[in-house]
Nanobody, 124 residues
């Protein structure tokens, strides 16, 4: 298994940017595809973005495509979510998750390890 810790959340105004980081330890990071999910109060957890274990494939939810980017630095055991042009509807707790698979899944059930989450709040 791998342990994940998210950081970089905060309060920003609409149109602003944040970079979230997901730092991993405990296993070879390059073995894991990594996804980002978010959950707002009273809502179910939803897919945001994911990246394959070699970084060659990246996937985005329709709601964030064109605004968010994802990258990974396996030498640093870290995945980043770059969030631009933030909207109030992006407000949620953001989680990163890892899965031992060669592709990136959009499904919560496919991920075995989860971080603790980091709060992102976007004001109008």
């Amino acid at each position: 298994q791998v342990q994940l810790v998210e950081s970089g959340g905060g309060l920003v105004q609409a149109g602003g940017s944040l970079r979230l980081s997901c730092a991993a330890s405990g296993r070879t990071f390059s073995d894991y595809a990594v996804g980002w999910f978010r959950q707002a109060p009273g809502k179910e957890r939803e897919f945001v973005s994911a990246i394959t274990r070699n970084g060659q494939g990246a996937y985005f939810a329709d709601s964030v495509r064109g605004r968010f980017t994802i990258s990974r630095d396996n030498a640093k055991n870290t995945v980043y979510l770059h969030m631009n042009s933030l909207k109030p509807e992006d407000t949620a707790v953001y989680y990163c998750a890892a899965a031992i698979r060669p592709f990136a899944s959009v499904y919560v059930r496919d991920y075995s390890q989860w971080g603790q989450g980091t709060q992102v709040t976007v004001s109008s």
